[in-house]
């Protein structure tokens, strides 16, 4: 059956003892804070978040944060250091049995939204991205960057990566560009398009290259989510999974709650089912809801924990169709 996870921060705090009490084993993880001469990749930093997070009742099921990574992103003079770090991490990883690492291809700016103050239902605020406010946006520093050099260095980074990452246990989920247009601000986005998850599989073929299946950002690329799951599910390539929905279309859009967007979600969970995902699923970009605080758009409190009672419900009535 498939696991219900949350992302939680490295110190425990009242979300730990919330996502605990509504029934949630399972943390996604962001990397830990440097301690003392240690980096956060480094193997104390990260077997101290990993104890702390068994110590209460957790498993630690993925790492979804990066250590730096623009050069290598970019095919700049610098990678071979950055390089060597996400070695350095991954057989770390390996050595604690965290066996999931989502990553992705989103140069300078990762993910990007115009606006996180956009009235939902019973005046929620969710986030939203419209592209035509990003018409006269200018370059970053880096100026133009086009998406063959992003495919160039994306073909370089795994050809080093994939055997670390095979020896080490630790699969590379790859996750969408988000919003998954290209380019933005000059920087071009190759992880936008079914084809080009596709084409990420192919170009270094390996058992732990796969993708984080991001169901907002495959809503906009793709009106069958279903069938997509079956795809790239069938190849045994999706290994971790947000779960999330968006409305709109891919130059504008925006968050929904999760039981109020136009995918059918419980289709989607059919869809891990019969492929027989066993893996982590995590509720992503909630609504902030009355009584929370925006000042981390996406993911308040409340809204989470809205989110993980609807899926249990979903997954419940899903399991017992069989």
């Known amino acids: 059956m498939i696991e219900i996870a949350e992302m939680l921060g490295s110190q425990p705090s009242l979300l730990w003892d919330q996502v605990k009490q509504i029934g949630v084993n399972h943390a996604v993880a962001g990397l830990p804070p440097a301690q003392g001469n240690d980096k956060p990749w480094d193997f104390m930093p990260l077997v101290r978040m990993k104890t702390a997070f068994e110590d209460a009742g957790f498993t630690v099921s993925a790492i979804e944060s990066s250590p730096p990574m623009d ?16 070695c350095t991490m991954l057989s770390n990883m390996g050595r604690l049995g965290i066996r999931v690492w989502c990553y992705n291809w989103m140069a300078v700016l990762n993910w990007m939204r115009t606006s996180s103050t956009i009235p939902s239902r019973g005046g929620a605020m969710v986030t939203g991205y419209d592209h035509g406010l990003m018409k006269n946006a200018p370059l970053t ?11 160039e260095a994306l073909h370089y980074f795994l050809e080093k990566v994939v055997p670390v990452a095979q020896e080490a246990g630790v699969q590379l989920a790859m996750h969408p560009d988000d919003p998954p247009l290209s380019p933005l601000r000059g920087i071009g986005r190759i992880m936008r398009s079914v084809e080009n998850f596709q084409k990420l ?16 950002n495959f809503a906009l690329m793709t009106d069958d989510q279903p069938t997509a799951i079956r795809h790239f599910g069938k190849q045994g390539k999706i290994f971790f ?18 039981d109020n967007g136009p995918t059918d979600m419980m289709a989607c969970l059919r869809a891990y089912r019969d492929i027989g995902f066993e893996g982590v699923l995590r509720p992503d970009h909630v609504p902030t809801m009355a009584g929370d605080r925006n000042d ?18 979903l997954r419940e009535a899903v399991y017992r169709e069989r």
Do not use: N
């Open 71 to 86: 050069r290598l992103k970019m095919g700049l003079p610098g990678r071979e250091e950055e390089l060597d770090i996400v």
């Open 141 to 151: 520093p880096y100026g133009e960057v086009p998406e063959s050099r992003m495919w």
């Open 201 to 216: 599989i192919d170009l270094v073929p390996s058992p732990v290259s796969g993708l984080t299946f991001c169901q907002g």
């Open 241 to 258: 999974v947000h779960f999330r929905d968006v409305q709109g279309y891919v130059e504008k859009y925006e968050e929904t709650f999760h």
């Open 296 to 313: 981390q758009p996406g993911y308040s409190s409340i809204g989470r924990l809205f989110a993980v009672g609807y899926i249990k419900g």
